[in-house]
Nanobody
Framework: QVQLVESGGDLVQPGGSLRLSCAASGRWFSINAMGWYRQAPGKEREMVARIFSSGFLNYADSVKGRFTISRDNAKNTVYLQMIDLKPEDTAVYYC??????????????WGQGTQVTVSS
């Protein structure tokens, strides 16, 4: 059983910073990718940032230059450093992982979500 546990969500003022963390636990063959998605009220879930096992990174245009994704492979943890936060960044942030449970089967896993609220 694979679990993703997020932490770090909070209420922050515009222009502020936060760091989200997500730790993966369980048993797997390999972790192919980890990342963050978010969902604001009344909107669809959207990709924020992803990091692949190859080292490739991709970001949503709306967060480029403000958010940085990183991964600690030894801890099976992915981080999202967010700076210059804006009210439109307010959302529930979900950790994501694409995990191969065998050499043939890979699945998407999601965390429970952590609330980020940007407001004065």
């Amino acid at each position: 059983q694979v679990q993703l546990v997020e932490s770090g969500g909070d209420l922050v003022q515009p222009g502020g910073s936060l760091r989200l963390s997500c730790a993966a636990s369980g048993r797997w063959f390999s972790i192919n990718a980890m990342g963050w998605y978010r969902q604001a009220p009344g909107k669809e879930r959207e990709m924020v940032a992803r990091i692949f096992s190859s080292g490739f990174l991709n970001y949503a245009d709306s967060v480029k230059g403000r958010f940085t994704i990183s991964r600690d492979n030894a801890k099976n943890t992915v981080y999202l450093q967010m700076i210059d936060l804006k009210p439109e960044d307010t959302a529930v942030y979900y950790c994501y992982a694409r995990i191969a449970v065998s050499s043939r089967n890979a699945y998407d896993y999601w965390g429970q979500g952590t609330q980020v609220t940007v407001s004065s």
